[in-house]
T-cell receptor, first 113, second 112 residues
Framework: KAGVTQTPRYLIKTRGQQVTLSCSPI?????VSWYQQTPGQGLQFLFE???????NKGNFPGRFSGRQFSNSRSEMNVSTLELGDSALYLC????????????FGSGTRLTVV | EDKVVQSPLSLVVHEGDTVTLNCSYE??????LLWYKQEKKAPTFLFML??SGIEKKSGRLSSILDKKELFSILNITATQTGDSAVYLC????????????WGAGTKLIIKP
């Protein structure tokens, strides 16, 4: 079965712009979680969606937002980009029964210049 | 503040060696501890531990949790070059089974 698909793989944006990242979960998975990974901070939880509802949110500013569609695909949006937003953004999908069932995508590498 | 600390941050060993990776945590209302392997980008799940003293094993990898001392170890025996990766430890807490608190990872390099 197809894995978790994240697009685009790489992205370069300038400060002040906004960006939308996409995540298509494994077929049948209803939970999608987003993480930011930076060398200094490691992996940090952004938010988790289940059946189109945000179920959990991490400690990120309001510039970071997301949504989930009825087909479980999820998008993450970052507005007014800052240099510090440069990171690998990982999406993980699961049936919704807990993180041991997570399957991660390969991520989107965002560089803000 | 909740935190997960992994040590060492990096480790270089030769093929065939045995390695032990450490993960200690200080979180409120601990629920479970998970180990992941990250080779290029996508972390892959290794183990989930919820009970103290019960070893989880998968081939040459094993892990155990000590809830009294608040740590876990991941052992890899007879290491191979394919074990080279970043090993991540994460903890879940309370009712939130879905929000993981991550350690910074241990970068393991296996030399042939």
């Amino acid at each position: 079965k197809a894995g978790v698909t994240q697009t685009p793989r790489y992205l370069i944006k300038t400060r002040g712009q906004q960006v939308t990242l996409s995540c298509s979960p494994i077929s049948g998975h209803r939970s999608v979680s987003w993480y930011q990974q930076t060398p200094g901070q490691g992996l940090q939880f952004l938010f988790e969606y289940f059946s189109e509802t945000q179920r959990n949110k991490g400690n990120f500013p309001g510039r970071f937002s997301g949504r989930q569609f009825s087909n479980s695909r999820s998008e993450m949006n970052v507005s007014t980009l800052e240099l510090g937003d440069s990171a690998l953004y990982l999406c993980a999908s699961s049936l919704g029964l807990g993180p041991h069932g997570y399957t991660f995508g390969s991520g989107t590498r965002l560089t803000v210049v | 503040e909740d935190k997960v600390v992994q040590s060492p941050l990096s480790l270089v060993v030769h093929e065939g060696d045995t390695v032990t990776l450490n993960c200690s945590y200080e979180v409120t209302n601990f629920r479970s501890l998970l180990w992941y392997k990250q080779e290029k980008k996508a972390p892959t799940f290794l183990f989930m531990l919820t009970s103290s003293g019960i070893e989880k094993k998968s081939g040459r990898l094993s892990s155990i949790l000590d809830k009294k001392e608040l740590f876990s170890i991941l052992n890899i025996t007879a290491t191979q070059t394919g074990d080279s990766a970043v090993y991540l430890c994460a903890v879940t807490q309370g009712d939130s089974n879905y929000q993981l608190i991550w350690g910074a990872g241990t970068k393991l390099i296996i030399k042939p």
